[in-house]
C-alpha cells in the first residue's frame, strides 16, 4: 500500500518510558477497571461482587515523564485514584488465565483521575462515563518495570499515594477482588488485546480530592514512581 497523503499532520504516538532502557513502549489502548478492591467498592456505594467495570480512556489522556496535569475545566471535584497497570507485549482473544502472564511487557503505576462529581450526575442519570474518565491529561503513568516473568505471577505489588507528603491510598495488589490473571482473562474473552494495551486495574479505599498545586507521588514500592503536580485550569500541560 502507498504511504497515504493525510490531510493533517496525524496525532503523535504516546509512550511511556522503560526503567533500564533507553526504548520507550508506544501505547496502542488504555483499557480500565473500576471497583476492584472490595474496600473502595463499599466506598462507592457498590458490591464488592460484581463483575469487573470495564472502560477505556484514550491515548492522549495519557501523561508521562511527570509532565504536569492542568486541573480539568468545568470540574468541582477532581478525584485521584492510585493503581497498579499493566503493559502488554502480546494479547489474542479468550486469553486462558494462566497465559495472561506470557504476554504481560511490564509493571506500572497511575492515577485513574476523575472527575467525580461529573461522574456522579452521570450515574444518577444512567449515562456513559467519558467525560468523568476520559478526558485530556487523565491518566498520568510512571517509568515501566520490565516483567521479571518467573516471580510476578504471586507479586504482591505494593501501592502507595502520597499527596503533598501525606498518605491517601496504599493497598498490596493481593487485596483485588479479581486479580491480573482473571482480570485480563475477563477483557479478553470481549476484546482482542494487543502489544502495547494498558490496563488500569483498579483503585484501593481512600480516594479523594486534588486541588491545584498539589504534588502526587504514586509508587509501586520499590520499583517505579510517578511525579503529578497538579497546575491551575488553563495552564500548559507541558505534554
Ligand atoms: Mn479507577
Not at 504516546?14 to 508506544?26: E, Q, T, V
Not at 462507592?44 to 509532565?67: E, I, Q, R, Y
Not at 492542568?70 to 468541582?76: F, H, Q, S
Amino acid at each position: 500500500m502507498p504511504h497515504p497523503s493525510y490531510c493533517h499532520p496525524p496525532a503523535t504516538i504516546r509512550s511511556l518510558p522503560i526503567l533500564g532502557s533507553r526504548n520507550r513502549y508506544p501505547v496502542r489502548a488504555i483499557y480500565c477497571v473500576g471497583r476492584n478492591y472490595a474496600d473502595h467498592a463499599r466506598e462507592m456505594g457498590s458490591n464488592p461482587v460484581d463483575p469487573p467495570c470495564f472502560f477505556m480512556k484514550p491515548p492522549h489522556a495519557l501523561v508521562t515523564d511527570d509532565a504536569p496535569v492542568p486541573y480539568p475545566p468545568e470540574t468541582r471535584a477532581l478525584h485521584h485514584e492510585v493503581e497498579l497497570v499493566i503493559a502488554l507485549k502480546s494479547g489474542g482473544r479468550n486469553i486462558p488465565p494462566d497465559a495472561v502472564w506470557d504476554h504481560i511487557f511490564g509493571y506500572a503505576v497511575g492515577l485513574d483521575l476523575t472527575r467525580r462529581d461529573i461522574q456522579n450526575e452521570l450515574k444518577k442519570k444512567g449515562q456513559p462515563w467519558e467525560l468523568a474518565k476520559s478526558f485530556a491529561g487523565s491518566a498520568p503513568c510512571s517509568p515501566l518495570l520490565v516483567a521479571s516473568h518467573s516471580s510476578d505471577s504471586d507479586s504482591p505489588w505494593h501501592l502507595r499515594l502520597t499527596v503533598n507528603g501525606i498518605v491517601r491510598q496504599e493497598a498490596r495488589s493481593s487485596q483485588m477482588i479479581w486479580p491480573l490473571d482473571r482480570l485480563v482473562a475477563e477483557l479478553s474473552r470481549y476484546e482482542t488485546l494487543e502489544a502495547g494495551d494498558l490496563l488500569f486495574t483498579g483503585t484501593p479505599a481512600g480516594v479523594g480530592a486534588l486541588e491545584p498545586g498539589d504534588r502526587c507521588v504514586a509508587e509501586l514500592v520499590g520499583h517505579t514512581r510517578l511525579l503529578c503536580t497538579i497546575t491551575p485550569e488553563g495552564s500548559r500541560s507541558g505534554l
